[in-house]
């Protein structure tokens, strides 16, 4: 069976019992603070499974795109490796939300493997919880039963709370795992070893196929469990180890899912999988994390420094360093791999074709930028190495270690590999410690201790704010979150006139007031579905009835932003073409930020264009037509524009203004007019292939309108309000750069008659050349003069000047070098004289100045000088 054919087949499987077939979530993350990426197929639904919103399906299967590279599940440094880790993976699962339990989930998994699938049922092998008497959790002895009609009592195995008590992460839904395993090993070798006693050994042929989990708990920050409203049943089975088994084959990699990239990967870099396994690790890995980078970006996740996108970025460049050191790659290349990746995974996934424009050019930069640095770190580490030599050691110290590491992406694999090549090693202690505290900081800086919900009223949060501004409301429940000493709590509504933060579009302020008290809510954030409230303080009666009020003034100045957006993006397209994708976007009250993709440097006539579209359309006064709920096929139909990477239901909401029509769930103007007019303030690259667009709109523009205008009326006055203010400055200009140079041609003249003046002014004092000057001079001119002096009298020479730039004092020395070296030195000199000009200063003991307050004893510090000298 072909992996696309397995991919239907679980899919009408599930449907034929009932299952409603939904689309895989993005696999990138926005609206939950415990997760970066989707790490497993029940993310999507955690909401539902918690209580916090209603089922629409009691029944549902999808393949789901997962990734695991961070928190608890986390399987990156395996990937490569081993022939059945990835950081991608697709996860087939189905689930019931209060329906059918253990036995169906049981049943119906047998059923599939064995009597749809056809896999050797002699080969499969159950695992069930052993209990934990600390947790107070007893031996799963329902599931084993259901398990013992298919299997003898000795594959059923016990597994322990690591193995099979599932949790999504520290807190959140959790519960009682029952894994599937499969002995893919040859008859002779079964023969030889039992099958029963390499399940979960990390064997790479014994290996879990699937997870049955019977969630029933939510873990609480505390680390207690507390009891689920309806048990689930959430299953996740790795759809590239279901095909290894079901194509015959002991690798994931050899697969119809991979073998077309490695393939690829061996004809771009001249090698043959399968000869050397150093190689084949490498095109494992880069097999595996072509994928990764590749579905990130088009979920709206680019390469950066910071958190989701550094984890990206650190995928990449760990691809970008096997094929460096393993399979000779000096260029970039893994962006040669797009192709054949789109044609094996672009009809299960079209936004992979929509968007391999951008992909190539942020992979191919990505990939430049990492292969200098590396080369930068080869470098750094050749000398590391030939110090460390000459100093006859054999151990490099474990900092530098950590600071290729940290700055130049070196991993430390390579580090020792390029070491071991020269007899050398890295000290490992140093190496870890240092790794450790960049940890600890990391973490100190990011912990975040979020306190368990109290909880007042039982019920769900409906958002009112499409229609109100403002609604009498009741707090359902609240709890306490604290990060860098700041203590904040959060509030959940039963209604809520505050938009949570999505969409680009910022959270709403306002207060909530009670007959007690006002409390101030400062942002409105979105965790899953949830909208939670912030504030500074808790409400003394929290329990009191509330009138919330939204800060109306900066929520309609919000609107217009967002309204704005939607008309840029409309003209962008116009005047850019229809390869013009949103990339990112932040709607506020004092602005808007555009992110899309275009290759592109915009021109001033582009930008203008654009500019002058939007305001034509504002002009227009188009007025808002809303479709609050409508079937997404016919949110199509309407031409509207969705986002890749967001997650959208069977009903969407879609925001038309005229021609411009795309799903949204932001607040917006109720006409274009609203909008007044707006600016584009800079337009910018923020990655291979995305730009950046700075925009305001109505005050914003009136008041930067005022403040030019302001400055070109100041301007015109001060140039005697002359017509052609730019032929005027250009002309002072002009001007000013011919005085410049008169002046400079002048100080030159001077300073040589000066220069001759002094000279013929020398004494001869105890058989020394003495020159002294006081006088005012630019401290540029008294240098050049001394060192001009210095070169002409090169015996026996003492200058010493105390000169005045504006009202500043400066001392300065010049000593030849016969005199330095009998014992005069310049610096200690002016240091002396310099206490009685109350400054300070030093040099070199030919030459020093020093630099004062006091002008007054600017003769006496002089004389200070020539004494110390016996002059
Ligand atoms: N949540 C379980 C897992 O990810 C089953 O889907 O393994």
Do not use: C
């Given at each position: 069976m072909t992996s696309k054919e397995t991919r239907e087949s679980f899919k009408k499987f599930f449907e034929s019992k009932e299952h409603r077939i939904v689309p895989s979530a993005p696999m990138v993350v926005k609206d939950?603070?415990?997760?970066?990426?989707?790490?497993?197929?029940m993310n999507q639904f955690k909401d539902i499974i918690l209580g916090n919103q209603p089922a629409k399906y009691k029944r549902v299967a999808d393949s789901q795109k997962c990734l695991?590279?961070?928190?608890?599940?986390?399987?990156l440094e395996e990937v490569g490796h081993d022939t059945y880790h990835h950081t991608m993976f697709e996860m087939l699962g189905n689930w019931s939300f209060g329906d059918y339990f253990k036995k169906e989930a049981i049943e119906w998994a047998w059923e599939y493997l064995v009597?749809?699938?056809?896999?050797?049922?002699?080969?499969l092998y159950a695992t069930v919880f052993e209990g934990s008497p600390e947790e107070g959790l007893e031996r799963d002895n329902e599931a084993a039963q259901i398990w013992a009609q298919f299997l003898p009592?000795?594959?059923?195995i016990n597994g322990n709370k690591k193995d099979n008590f599932w949790e999504m992460g520290d807190t959140g839904p959790c519960g009682p795992c029952s894994e599937i395993h499969i002995d893919l090993r040859s008859q002779e070798e079964r023969d030889k070893v039992d099958g029963l006693t390499l399940?979960?050994?990390?064997h790479p042929q014994v290996i879990e196929i699937w997870n049955l989990v019977f969630m029933q708990y939510n873990r609480k920050a505390d680390g207690s469990l507390e009891g689920l409203p309806a048990k689930v049943i959430d299953t996740g089975m790795g759809f590239e180890r279901l095909c290894m088994a079901l194509q015959g084959?002991?690798?994931?990699?050899?697969?119809d899912v991979f073998q077309p990239i490695i393939k690829e990967i061996g004809k771009i870099t001249g090698n043959t999988y399968g000869e050397d396994e150093q190689k084949d690790i490498a095109m494992r890995v880069i097999a595996d994390h072509i994928r990764t980078i590749s579905f990130s970006i088009t979920d709206g996740?680019?390469?950066?420094?910071?958190?989701a996108g550094y984890v990206i970025r650190r995928i990449l460049r760990r691809a970008v360093r096997y094929g460096y050191t393993?399979?000779?790659?000096?260029?970039?290349?893994?962006?040669?791999?797009l192709p054949v990746l789109i044609e094996s995974m672009g009809d299960a996934y079209p936004e992979l074709i929509a968007q391999k424009d951008l992909i190539g050019k942020v992979i191919k930069e990505e990939e430049d930028t990492f292969l200098h640095t590396l080369e930068t770190g080869i470098r750094l580490l050749d000398k590391t190495m030939s110090e460390a030599k000459a100093a006859g050691k054999e151990i490099v110290s474990g900092k530098d270690a950590f600071t290729l590491y940290d700055t130049?992406?070196?991993?430390l694999d390579l580090t020792e590999l390029i070491l071991r090549e020269n007899n050398l090693e890295v000290d490992l202690a140093e190496f870890n410690a240092e790794m450790q505290q960049q940890k600890d900081r990391a973490r100190n800086a990011a912990a975040v201790e979020t306190g368990d919900w109290v909880v007042l009223k039982e019920g769900s949060s409906v958002f009112v704010g499409y229609d109100f501004p403002e609604y009498d409301v009741q707090i359902l429940r609240y709890r306490e979150v604290k990060q860098k000493n700041k203590t904040l709590y959060q509030l959940v509504l039963d209604y809520t006139p505050f938009y949570a933060e999505g969409g680009g579009q910022v959270g709403d302020v306002g207060t909530l007031t009670s007959e007690y008290e006002t409390i101030h809510i400062v942002d409105t954030k979105k965790e899953n579905n949830l909208a939670v409230h912030i504030a500074n303080k808790l409400p003394e009666h929290p329990e009191a009835p509330m009138r919330a009020q939204v800060d109306l003034e900066k929520r309609i100045a919000s609107a217009a932003n967002h309204t704005a957006t939607h008309l840029l993006d409309e003209a962008l397209r116009e005047v850019l073409?229809?390869?013009?994708?949103?990339k990112g976007s932040l709607v506020s009250s004092e602005g808007l930020r555009f992110d899309f993709s275009h290759f592109q440097k915009m021109t001033d006539e582009e930008i203008r264009k654009v500019e002058h579209l939007i305001n034509a359309k504002i002009r227009a006064n188009i007025p808002l037509t809303e479709h609050?709920?409508?079937?997404i096929s016919q949110a199509k139909e309407l031409g509207a524009i969705a986002l890749f990477g967001e997650k959208y239901g069977d009903e969407v909401r879609v925001i038309q203004f005229g021609t411009s029509i795309e799903f949204c769930g932001g607040i917006h103007a109720?006409?274009?007019?609203?909008?007044?007019m707006i600016k584009i303030l800079s337009e910018s690259s923020i990655a291979a292939g995305v730009r950046r667009i700075e925009a305001i709109t109505g005050a914003k523009v009136e008041s930067m309108m005022d403040a030019i205008q302001d400055t070109m009326v100041e301007l015109r006055a001060l140039f005697?309000?002359?017509?052609d203010l730019t032929t005027t400055i250009r002309k002072y200009l002009e001007e000013n750069a011919g005085l410049k140079k008169q002046v400079e041609d002048f100080m030159k003249e001077k300073q040589t008659l000066l220069k001759d003046k002094l000279k013929k002014n020398m004494e001869e004092v105890n058989g020394v050349k003495v020159i002294r000057y006081m006088g005012p001079i630019p401290v540029e001119t008294i240098k050049n003069i001394a060192f001009q002096l210095r070169g002409e009298i090169t015996e026996n020479f003492f200058f010493v000047a105390g000169s005045i730039e504006v009202d500043k004092p400066l001392l300065t020395v010049m000593i030849s070098d016969d005199l330095v070296a009998k014992g005069l030195n310049a610096g200690q000199l002016v240091r002396e004289g310099a206490k009685l000009i109350q400054g300070g200063g030093g040099g070199q003991p030919h030459f020093a100045t020093a630099g004062g307050?006091?002008?007054?004893e600017l003769p006496g510090a002089m004389r200070k000088i020539l004494e110390l000298a016996n002059l």
């Open positions: 939950d603070p415990t997760l970066m990426f989707t790490n497993a197929g695991r590279v961070s928190g608890k599940h986390n399987d009597d749809v699938l056809k896999l050797d049922s002699a080969r009592a000795d594959r059923i399940v979960n050994q990390s084959k002991i690798s994931n990699y050899d697969t996740q680019l390469p950066s420094n910071a958190k393993f399979l000779g790659q000096k260029q970039a290349f893994m962006y040669k791999l130049f992406g070196f991993p073409g229809t390869h013009v994708e949103q609050r709920s409508i079937p109720n006409s274009t007019g609203n909008i007044g005697n309000n002359a017509p307050k006091n002008l007054d």
